[in-house]
């Protein structure tokens, strides 16, 4: 079955620096969506990616979507505090059926 | 902001007993999801419902698990004899229509805990 994999698992991060995490799906997608959850929260909604080679920014948030749609990352730039969370991709492969999940990559941030 | 609600944020049972979760999704949505995450462990999919049925299931949603849409606004989940394995936090999702600007947006609820002795 399709698999979603993402890397790293942990960072760890002093405030200010950038922070990258990439997925990778084992088969070609119709959609990636990513989504960040609170330690003790809801996995809350933060984009969805459609097209090949698509980027998308959210103000120090960059999504991108690969040219195969099987890869994607999320940067964040000048990482604060509040960025502190698991950041998880999820892929879709027929719209309204199923989404697999990556394992996620729980970022810290140091004051 | 819209929000999906569930009900209960904690049950406790035995082992063996039946347990019906419960999830109030966005009112003009379609699609809907059921979700698991063990403690620590990423977010699994069990089962999507679309048009009062199933769309798709995950091989965890097996003959223990079924989902109703019993009136126009609930959607729950019955396991019907709950086993150690089950404990995890549940999670409900909704998802806009087609042709709606937010569409793509997957709604999560804040989930129920479920914890079975």
């Known amino acids: 079955g399709q698999q979603v994999m993402q890397i790293p698992q942990y960072q760890h991060v002093q405030e200010g620096e950038d922070f990258t995490t990439y997925c990778n799906s084992s088969?070609?997608?119709?959609?990636i969506q990513w989504y960040k959850q609170r330690p003790g929260g809801h996995p809350v909604f933060l984009i969805q990616l459609v097209k090949s080679g698509e980027v998308k920014k959210q103000k120090r948030l960059t999504f991108q979507f690969g040219e195969a749609k099987k890869n994607s990352s999320l940067h964040i730039t000048a990482t604060q505090t509040t960025d502190v969370g698991t950041y998880f991709c999820?892929?879709?492969?027929?719209?309204?059926?199923?989404?697999?999940f990556g394992p996620g990559t729980r970022l810290s941030v140091l004051p | 902001e819209p929000e999906v609600t569930q009900t209960p944020s904690h049950q406790v049972t035995q082992m063996g007993q039946e347990v019906i979760l419960r999830c109030v999704p966005i009112?003009?949505?379609?699609?809907f999801y059921w979700y698991r995450q063990i403690l620590g462990q990423k977010v699994e999919f069990l089962v999507s419902?679309?048009?009062?049925?199933?769309?798709?299931k995950s091989e965890i949603f097996d003959d223990q698990f079924s989902v109703e849409r019993p009136d126009g606004s609930n959607f729950t989940l019955k396991i019907r004899s709950t086993k150690l394995e089950d404990s995890a936090m549940y999670f409900c999702a909704s998802r806009g229509p087609l042709l709606a600007e937010t569409t793509d947006t997957q709604y999560f609820g804040p989930g129920t805990r479920l914890t079975v002795l």
């Open positions: 009112s003009n949505h379609l699609y």
């Open positions: 999820a892929g879709e492969n027929n719209y309204g059926q199923n989404f697999v």
């Open positions: 419902f679309y048009n009062n049925e199933i769309s798709e």
């Open positions: 088969t070609t997608l119709s959609n």
